[in-house]
């Protein structure tokens, strides 16, 4: 075979080619420090690189996470610590108005204090991070709570029957007390509202003066220089008052006094439950237990009816429908009229008779789950809350959802009816009463503060003195909560030391992949180097083409 010129020069060009490319690739990675820069040069390294490199993302986006949550816990942490500042600074003036060595003058005075407190309270309870409500569970672009009016009275029979709505406002307490105005009825004794003889008068300066323009019409309480009126649903029984003595209090006072409501979100059982499918309007459907945020479906199946003392076959979902848990069985009861099913996580669906007592295939049964918390998550397996619902730490009155919306779609006004005060149970008094004792409400901080701020307001001592004893139940209850918050907290620097620690091992990870060892990168570049200058100068020699040596 003919070794032409051409066959050796491209020869040389090809190895001068590669030993100049294989310089490049070395200098890149000096450069670099990298021993994998593309997927050539170790396809399956470049794949345990990019798996850890997302791992990494992933990291990064919980460290944010974690710093988003620590920026709304500590905002919410100290805005707790102030409250409870303030609340030192109430029970301070409560003990003073608690006492009998103050008179009216005093009593009026701290309660110009007492009222700026209250005010401050609502100002820290709508406390925001970043533009969000941190009290307000998911309705973070509102405030979570705004300022109202309500009741007080000292009259329980009064507080238990009565049901009311009040109209208006007014920049002080409205005292309120009844009285039979033919004298004919005695102190202590009872009168229908209703009652033509019923007298009203009301004082709105703290029970210095009497007003008697007050009037009773339909139902409505109206006292024109107070700025409110009462409207009472129904005609309850009030205490008579002695007509020519304002001081006794032998009869039903009532007070109207600052009050707070809560407008966001809770967590509050039971679920909502809607009925779809055959027949369903005749299935009373109610759901207890423990349910995740998330809604929960369950779809009846057997193959024909079955009534609810027969075996119900039934399947449940609880991602909307796309999959679904199914061979769930009901064995057959004697209970002809109710059937219980149960779904995930402790969840109870209990279907009734209420019109019939047939499930038909294909009803279904939608569980939802009331939802307040925006969780954030902080690693692979675990999310931490970082709102809170209001309600549930400064108590106030609340209108539960069922309530709050009217039969015409409109927006049910607060009231009796409608609403009431957080942490009160049923069958107790709808109203704040001046003797409330140790009971659940005692721990409504601002239904404490509000009776406090009525009761320094108009001059009654005992009122005080309740307010008082109730002020340190309200105070614990709230650091409760701020401990629960701190241990949120707790569980965020947790969580970021072991995330520093994840990081760590994947960055080693990654360097024992993808990192060069320099001393042996430096011994390889200066020999190829070497290899490189000598291709150079044996080609110079051996190709010293001219046109002389072919003529």
């Known amino acids: ?116 407190l209250f005010e401050q309270l609502i100002g820290l309870a709508n406390t925001e991070f970043e533009g969000k409500s941190i009290f307000s569970g998911h309705k973070v672009d509102a405030p979570a709570f705004k300022e109202t009016m309500w009741l007080t009275t000292n009259d329980e029979d009064f507080g238990k029957d009565a049901e009311f709505t009040i109209n208006g406002s007014s920049d002080t307490t409205v005292l309120v007390q009844y009285f039979d105005t033919t004298k004919a009825t005695a102190v202590g004794d009872t009168m229908n509202l209703s009652d033509p003889n019923l007298g009203v008068r009301y004082s709105i300066d703290g029970g210095d003066t009497w007003l008697d323009d007050a009037t009773v019409t339909a139902g409505v309480l109206n006292m024109p220089q107070s700025g409110t009126n009462v409207t009472f649903a129904n005609d309850p029984v009030v205490k008579m008052n002695d007509p020519d003595n304002p001081a006794t209090s032998d009869g039903t006072w009532m007070w109207i006094r600052p009050a707070v409501q809560y407008i966001g979100d809770d967590e509050d059982a039971p679920p909502q439950v809607d009925s779809m499918g055959p027949g369903s309007n005749q299935i009373g459907a109610t759901a207890s237990g423990s349910f995740l945020d998330s809604n929960v479906t369950v779809r009846i199946d057997n193959p024909t009816a079955a009534t609810m003392d027969e075996e119900i076959h039934y399947s449940y979902s609880m991602d909307g429908g796309i999959n679904w ?39 279904q049964y939608v569980i939802r789950p009331r939802s307040a918390a925006i969780n954030l998550d902080v690693s692979f397996s675990e999310q931490v809350q970082v709102n809170s619902v209001g309600k549930d730490i400064f108590g106030g009155l609340y209108i539960d959802p069922s309530n709050a919306v009217a039969s015409n779609g409109g927006i049910v006004p607060l009231s009796s009816m409608s609403g009431g005060r957080v942490f009160h149970g049923t069958g107790g008094s709808k109203m704040g009463l001046t003797v409330q004792g140790n009971d ?69 990870l990654i360097s024992s992949i993808e990192d060069v060892d320099l001393s042996e990168l430096m011994t390889q570049l200066k020999q190829q180097q070497i290899v490189y200058e000598a291709v150079l100068r044996s080609t110079s020699m051996i190709m010293q083409l001219n046109l002389g040596k072919f003529i």
């Open 1 to 116: 075979m003919r070794v032409t010129q051409q066959m050796l020069f491209d020869r040389y060009v090809f190895n001068l080619n590669s030993s100049l490319t294989e310089l490049m690739d070395l200098n890149v990675k000096a450069q670099t420090q990298k021993r994998v820069n593309k997927p050539s040069d170790d396809p399956t390294g470049m794949t345990r690189i990019l798996d850890h490199r997302d791992t990494l993302r992933s990291l990064e986006q919980y460290k944010e996470n974690i710093s988003t949550a620590k920026g709304w816990l500590t905002n919410a942490d100290e805005s707790l610590l102030q409250v409870s500042t303030i609340l030192t600074r109430a029970k301070e003036l409560a003990e003073q108005v608690a006492t009998g060595t103050v008179d009216a003058n005093n009593r009026e005075q701290v309660s110009y204090e007492m009222r700026s």
């Open 440 to 508: 659940e409400a005692s721990k409504n901080l601002f239904e404490v503060m509000g009776n406090l701020v009525a009761f320094a307001e108009t001059n009654n001592q005992t009122g005080c003195q309740q307010a008082l004893a109730n002020l340190k139940n309200s105070q614990e209850h709230l650091m409760n909560a701020a401990a629960e918050i701190g241990g949120r907290e707790n569980r965020l620097t947790v969580s970021g030391t072991i995330l520093d620690g994840i990081k760590l091992n994947e960055d080693s």
């Open 325 to 363: 848990v199914t061979g769930n069985v009901v064995p057959a009861d004697s209970s002809a009229d109710e059937t219980v099913l149960s779904v995930a996580n402790g969840g109870i669906l209990t279907l009734t008779n209420a019109g019939a007592n047939e499930l038909k295939p294909g009803q």
